[in-house]
DNA sequence: ATAAACAAGTTTATAAAATAAACCAAATAA
DNA sequence: TTATTTGGTTTATTTTATAAACTTGTTTAT
């Protein structure tokens, strides 16, 4: 089958990463955590891909001492977005 | 994470399957083979996945001496795919 | 000052899923 | 009658998702 569901978008919790950044100028790793109730290990792994791709940037800081992961949507990432929803309505009809 | 999108569904070949079944009563193996340019070994095992989960009904019959397995999606199907099309557009926004 | 508990992630190992490749039975063609 | 084609199914491999274990450093209690 040809795929015309971007695969990596294609996924429910980097959906849900994905949807929580584009209307949210930037998260911080807990707040993703709190938000899609992930584990911490498949939210850094979904984290990880997704910025390999260049779909989001991420930023190491700290605050109070801890380390602080801040994840930010790319022009790139919006762009697949928005294709994938395209796709995607190709397959849902009119609903 | 709770997962809101119906696995089963959540698969381009097994999505493009249903959306093709959910406007055409009924289709053949090889009309689905041709519309998702899968390959049989594929399409065969998502047939019959979506068939173990009743969201299709699947009849074997004989045309011109040959086998041939018509799909038709069920009432448990229809709903499925609108359920998976609502909670979908939580995550797509307006888009 | 040391040890135990906690924070914020990452890495690794396992389970599940998707897919391609190999196979099969029956029909037709050479 | 052997070879090829049709219409699939089954098996084996690869990929993906996920949970469990680990790491690095911090704070709290002793």
Do not use: W
């Not at 990463?17 to 998260?27: Q, T």
């Not at 001492?65 to 949507?73: R, V």
């Amino acid at each position: 089958m040809y795929k015309s569901l971007d695969p990596l978008l294609h996924n429910e919790l980097r959906l849900k990463i994905m949807s929580l950044l584009i209307s949210i100028e930037s998260a911080e790793f807990n707040f993703l955590l709190d938000e899609t109730k992930a584990t911490r290990g498949n939210l850094s792994a979904q984290i990880t891909k997704l910025a390999k791709a260049d779909y989001i940037t991420v930023n190491k800081s700290f605050k109070n001492n801890y380390p602080l992961t801040t994840c930010k949507i790319s022009a790139k990432g919006i762009d697949a977005f928005e294709s994938y929803a395209t796709a995607l309505k190709t397959y849902l009809g009119n609903r």
